[in-house]
């Protein structure tokens, strides 16, 4: 038996978490789920989003699957999202984006994988007032920080099978935070011969992208641009509703969706599970489950392919438990 964290989350996240949970129990992938909250609604009731017991379960299960957790704008309690990544050093986010059969889109034969540093850069929030006329945030990019993450980039791309890795970066303008992010991955790329490297500003890599993203295979970002391309990526292939993303640090791992809590849709069983349910796949692979992934990939793309057993998001009449129930049936044919 594995032991996993499951963490419901805010709006949405409570029935695509329950969705993605009994898709898992069908899968014949034996796990034990410990259910922990955090986000807003933790915070009404605890005065906390983030509850120390729910920490704790992460450390001693080092697995985590999570739901979407609100981030109040502006004011309000900081992100439980970026908490969870600081405390676990969860220093890789890796989002695989494709095209997926049955999927309309603009595009066809996508298929390639974000990796975004997810400790560093603008992103940390390290920030002040300078009295009340300016405000400054300092950009951290540290050469440890960018080591480790070019070498997931590539270590990815070998496992995996990839011929490519790009590095995304605005070295031109800032020389040394970007200058050294670049500098690493090329360092890094020297070890990997059989894995072809490119660099790319920023700007025109999204033009790029949007052009003819079949030609991107890994993709390996500083935190802020990473986070910026990753939900471009997502709309070339059909939305956030769709796409799976990993957080990963030595110790622990914990599997989200790329979308938020979407609190319009939230308690009306319309949100498509479909992300969290494909970042279980992941969490599954992670685990040694190979099989029980394939099995659940596998029911979901037969579903789109046929197009109709499917959420309404995508075109088809199913609400979020619905689609659950038709990937198990899928996977017992
Ligand atoms: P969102 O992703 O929650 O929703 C944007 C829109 O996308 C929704 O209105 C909906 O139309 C659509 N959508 C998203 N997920 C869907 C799904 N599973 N099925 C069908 N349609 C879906 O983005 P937002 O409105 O900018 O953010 C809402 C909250 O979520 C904010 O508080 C934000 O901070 C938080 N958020 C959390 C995470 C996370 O927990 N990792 C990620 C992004 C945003």
């Known amino acids: 038996m594995h032991k996993v964290t499951l963490i419901p989350g805010d709006g949405i996240g409570p029935e695509v978490a329950e969705a993605a949970r009994r898709v898992v129990d069908a899968s ?19 005065g906390t989003p ?11 299960d080092r697995v985590a699957l999570k739901g979407p957790i609100t981030t109040p704008v502006g004011s309000g309690f900081r992100s439980v999202n970026v908490a969870l990544r600081k405390e676990f050093d969860l220093y890789a986010n890796v989002r695989p984006l494709r095209s997926l059969p049955g999927v309309k889109t603009r595009y066809e034969g996508v298929d390639l994988v974000v990796v975004r540093e997810n400790t560093e850069d603008l992103y940390a929030g390290i920030e002040h007032m300078i ?5 400054e945030s300092i950009k951290l990019i540290t050469r440890t920080g960018s080591e480790r993450i070019a070498r997931y980039a590539f270590d990815y791309a070998v496992a995996n099978g990839r011929k490519k890795v790009t590095a995304i970066h605005k070295a031109n303008i800032m020389k040394c935070t970007d200058g050294l992010f670049l500098d690493v991955c090329r360092g890094v790329a020297a ?16 033009m790029h992208i949007v052009q003819r993203p079949e030609q991107y295979d890994v993709l390996v970002l500083p935190n802020l641009y990473g986070d910026i391309m990753s939900d471009l990526c997502a709309g070339l292939v059909g939305g956030i509703g769709l796409a799976p993303s990993a957080n990963i ?28 349910i494909l970042s279980a796949v992941m969490m599954l692979r992670h685990l040694g489950e190979r099989e029980a992934a394939d099995r659940i990939e596998g029911a979901v793309l037969s579903l789109f392919a046929g197009g109709e057993r499917v959420t309404r998001d995508i075109g088809g009449s199913l609400g ?8 198990i049936e899928e996977m017992s044919k």
Not at 50 to 60: F, I, K, N
Not at 131 to 135: E, P, R, S, V
Request: glycine share 8%; charged share 25%.
């Open 191 to 206: 070890e990997y011969p059989q894995i072809e490297f490119t660099d790319e500003i920023v700007d025109a890599a999204c």
């Open 320 to 327: 979020t438990s619905e689609f659950a129930d038709a990937v």
């Open 249 to 276: 640090g030595k110790d622990c791992a914990i599997f989200e969706a790329v979308h938020g809590s979407a609190p319009k849709h939230a308690g009306k069983n319309d949100a498509n599970p479909t992300a969290l």
């Open 28 to 46: 014949g992938a034996g796990i034990e789920w410990h259910v922990h909250p955090a986000g807003e609604a933790q915070m009404a009731v605890s």
């Open 131 to 135: 009295g009340d006329y300016a405000a």
């Open 50 to 60: 983030l509850p120390e017991e729910t920490l704790d379960s992460v450390r001693s």
